[in-house]
């Protein structure tokens, strides 16, 4: 039987592509949407991957939504926390409004992701955690105080819960994109996008597709022993 995986923001960008790649894997996959009804009806018509509409920052509605996935589909084996949204000021002007709206999504909707499906994870000995952070979250952004705090507060669940999980079949792990070729990068003005792509060493933006095969690999029996861990996926930008 195939595995289930669970993709937050798994509709448009990135999560898209994980979503898809998870599919050609093998996996049975659930993506899960915030806002966009189109985009998530398009998507299951080009491909056939059910969608399901709720907030990662609210709890009980992940672990409703945890539950309808598992009613329809069976256990969740695979959950990558890929929903994120940036509102960006320079500090002295970021209100507390944009803090909280990025830390109850970013941070707190990892928590709210996991933490429904965790105790079928140690029952049944097998789960695979994979969050997607940011370059971001390692080095540091200006305007993106709010996100780089969660960025960076994401790898150090991935680091805990490695320590968690292991003994029960679990790992968690994290990957850290640098600039993605996504509808929001490439709407950027081209000259904005042009000294971006010139502190990128690889001297291009990155696929989604490049990210969604390290998670197909993170989600893999072939990574069992990999846990806890951080994949820098920039192109040469920034090292830890």
């Known amino acids: 039987m195939a595995k289930v995986a669970l993709v937050t923001g798994g509709t448009r960008g990135i999560g898209a592509a994980i979503s898809k790649t998870l599919k050609e894997a093998g996996y049975t996959v ?3 949407f915030a806002g966009n009804e189109e985009a998530a009806r398009k998507f299951t018509d080009e491909t056939g991957i059910p969608t399901y509409k709720w907030s990662v920052a609210d709890y009980d509605a992940c672990k409703a939504g945890a539950a309808k996935i598992e009613a329809d589909l069976g256990p969740i084996d695979v959950v990558v926390a890929n929903a994120g949204i940036t509102r960006d ?18 941070l707190t909707g990892v928590f709210n992701t996991v933490h429904p499906v965790w105790p079928g994870m140690r029952e ?28 960076a507060g994401d790898l ?8 968690e999980g292991a003994r029960y079949g ?38 989604p597709a490049e990210i969604a095969r390290c998670v197909a690999f993170l989600a893999s029996e072939d990574a069992a022993f990999l846990n806890g861990s951080t994949i820098s996926a920039n192109g040469g930008q920034f090292f830890v």
């Open 170 to 207: 679990i790992t968690a792990n994290a990957i850290c994109p640098g600039y993605i070729a996504t509808e929001m990068v490439m709407a950027v003005p081209e000259k904005v996008r042009e000294a971006i792509i010139s502190q990128i060493p690889a001297g291009r933006l990155g696929a």
């Open 156 to 163: 150090g669940i991935v680091k805990s819960l490695a320590q």
């Open 30 to 32: 659930a993506a899960n």
């Open 124 to 151: 049944r000995k097998f789960g695979r955690i994979v969050v997607i952070s940011s370059i971001n979250g390692q080095k540091g952004q200006f305007g993106q105080v709010n996100y780089a705090a969660t960025k």
């Open 89 to 106: 000021a320079p500090f002295h002007k970021m209100t507390r409004e944009q803090w909280q709206e990025v830390i109850d999504t970013n």
